[in-house]
């Protein structure tokens, strides 16, 4: 097979992005055209009737395609509950860690997550980040070295990887912990919007490197009380208290994963204001890294379960 179309969708808790994809054998994917739709947690279990009529005019044009599904659809609260796969976890096993739904004559993959133990004694888990990483092992190839990802959002990943396989990670609530003070706490009055103050962000950063176990709780507080003493405008208090999220999710996570006598660089995947964001705080800890682009990663990962799909019907 020279050359073929197939859909591929990430669809997480908040948001559904679906592409229609060409595959041209030996060549990055092509995305013909795209569509979006609400999140898992905003579907009253709808999830055939909105995805069908996303994609009807495409099935339509090219009749039935395959299909492959990443993130929240294979939880609890998504259209089919698939099994987690244990790490450590090698690129084969995670594209071939899929369960296969038939319906309305179409045949739809759905990737299953990945759990893991973390040091603190507690079970830890991920979907949809497992695709993007099976996308950057893709691109980068494989050796024996160490490296650490971070995968912004709502729930941010921090991935260790050795050679070409996911050895752990950590969840860090950094994400939509800062939604919940944003909508409805009393430190934010005027949303960030694009107003994004590198200069507040990095204010926030530097409170948080100040910190000691346990004291993020109190320094969230300055949020407030610095717009009452006047040095902190309303419009610039999102950005501080991002920053000391952003600093503190750091410093944090790289403790649980990485061995503070030997950091390594880190490789960023997410949208580019969060990644930057990211970049601007590890580079104030004195940490390397590097934004990698998000859409591309994901289509990579894609494309690794794709051919691994055609190989498996061809044996």
């Known amino acids: 097979m020279t050359e073929s179309i197939f859909i591929a969708g990430d669809w997480g808790n908040t948001n559904l992005r679906l592409y229609l994809c060409s595959y041209h054998q030996c060549e990055q994917l092509e995305i013909l055209a795209s569509q979006q739709g609400p999140g898992c947690i905003k579907i009253d279990n709808n999830f055939e009737e909105i995805f069908f009529d996303l994609v009807s005019g495409w099935l339509d044009q090219y009749g039935p395609v395959p299909v492959i599904l990443s993130g929240a659809i294979g939880s609890n609260i998504g259209w089919h509950n698939v099994p987690y796969l244990d790490c450590p976890a090698s690129p084969q096993q995670i594209s071939q860690g899929t369960t296969k739904l038939s319906i309305r004559g179409l045949d739809?993959?759905?990737?299953?997550?990945?759990?893991?133990?973390?040091?603190?004694?507690?079970?830890?888990?991920?979907?949809?980040?497992?695709l993007q990483l099976l996308g950057?092992?893709?691109?980068?190839?494989?050796?024996?070295?160490?490296?650490?990802?971070?995968?912004?959002?709502?729930?941010?990943?921090?991935?260790?990887?050795?050679?070409?396989?996911?050895e752990t990670f950590v969840t860090a609530f950094t994400g939509e912990l800062y939604?919940?003070?944003?909508?409805?706490?009393?430190?934010?009055?005027?949303?960030?919007d694009e107003n994004f103050s590198d200069e507040f962000f990095m204010q926030g950063v530097e409170l948080a490197k100040t910190l000691k176990a346990g004291q993020l709780l109190n320094a969230l507080f300055a949020t407030r009380s610095r717009q009452i003493e006047g040095d902190l405008a309303a419009e610039d208090a999102a950005s501080y208290l991002?920053?000391?999220?952003?600093?503190?999710?750091?410093?944090?996570?790289?403790?649980?994963?990485?061995?503070?006598d030997k950091p390594v660089p880190v490789v960023i995947i997410?949208?580019?204001?969060?990644?930057?964001?990211?970049?601007?705080?590890?580079?104030?800890?004195?940490?390397?890294?590097?934004?990698?682009?998000?859409?591309?990663i994901a289509l990579s990962g894609y494309q690794a379960v794709y051919e691994s799909l055609n190989r498996n019907r061809d044996q």
């Open 108 to 130: 739809i993959w759905i990737l299953s997550g990945l759990k893991t133990q973390t040091v603190l004694g507690t079970p830890d888990i991920m979907r949809g980040e497992e």
């Open 136 to 166: 950057w092992i893709r691109a980068a190839g494989c050796d024996s070295t160490e490296q650490i990802l971070v995968l912004p959002g709502t729930h941010n990943k921090w991935v260790r990887v050795k050679g070409d396989k996911v």
């Open 179 to 192: 939604s919940v003070l944003e909508k409805h706490s009393i430190l934010i009055t005027q949303p960030m």
């Open 242 to 260: 991002s920053g000391l999220l952003v600093a503190s999710d750091i410093i944090g996570s790289m403790s649980l994963l990485n061995r503070p």
């Open 270 to 296: 997410g949208n580019q204001m969060l990644s930057n964001a990211y970049q601007l705080a590890l580079g104030s800890l004195g940490i390397e890294s590097q934004i990698c682009d998000q859409t591309q």
